[in-house]
């Protein structure tokens, strides 16, 4: 309850558990990209998402790997740091939180999509492969 001055009656501030949440997810996001960057890194080391979790401690954020052509053209693997995001979103809410865990993998689930979406459409756009949109983002557009 708030009571504000010169107030006579007490108010309801009434905050839904969505709204927590999303508030939640908003300032692990911005401590990410403030710690972190949201940059996505081409890794040519990586072959696997069991190769990026073995090394998750010493891993960006995002990381973009395995680029390779397909009949349908170029594909490529992206995965997220949930150690990293776990880390950031304990920040503002207990690991013990039943929402925590589903906090992470929505946030998790939010970065691979939307860093897959904007990688395809630069692709497309510009006809670069994922590794070069990395390293155009990294400032090392000959890497």
């Not at 905050?15 to 508030?23: C, H, T």
């Not at 939640?24 to 069991?50: I, M």
């Not at 010493?58 to 776990?86: C, T, Y």
Request: hydrophobic share 45%; net charge negative.
């Amino acid at each position: 309850m708030v009571k504000l001055p010169g107030q006579t009656k007490t108010a309801a501030l009434v905050i839904s558990d969505d709204e927590i949440r999303a508030a939640f997810r908003q300032a692990t996001l911005n401590h990410l990209a403030d710690v972190h960057g949201l940059k996505p890194v081409y890794r040519s080391d990586l072959q696997s998402e069991k190769a990026f979790k073995a090394a998750q401690a010493d891993m960006p954020l995002i990381a973009v790997w395995n680029e390779h052509q397909r009949p349908e053209g170029l594909a490529f693997s992206l995965s997220v740091n949930m150690l990293l995001v776990k880390a950031a979103l304990g920040e503002y809410m207990e690991e013990l939180d039943p929402w925590f865990n589903e906090e992470c993998a929505r946030i998790v689930a939010d970065f691979k999509d939307l860093t897959y979406n904007t990688i395809v459409q630069t692709a497309t756009e510009t006809g670069w492969t994922p590794s070069a949109i990395c390293a155009a983002l990294a400032g090392k557009p000959n890497a």
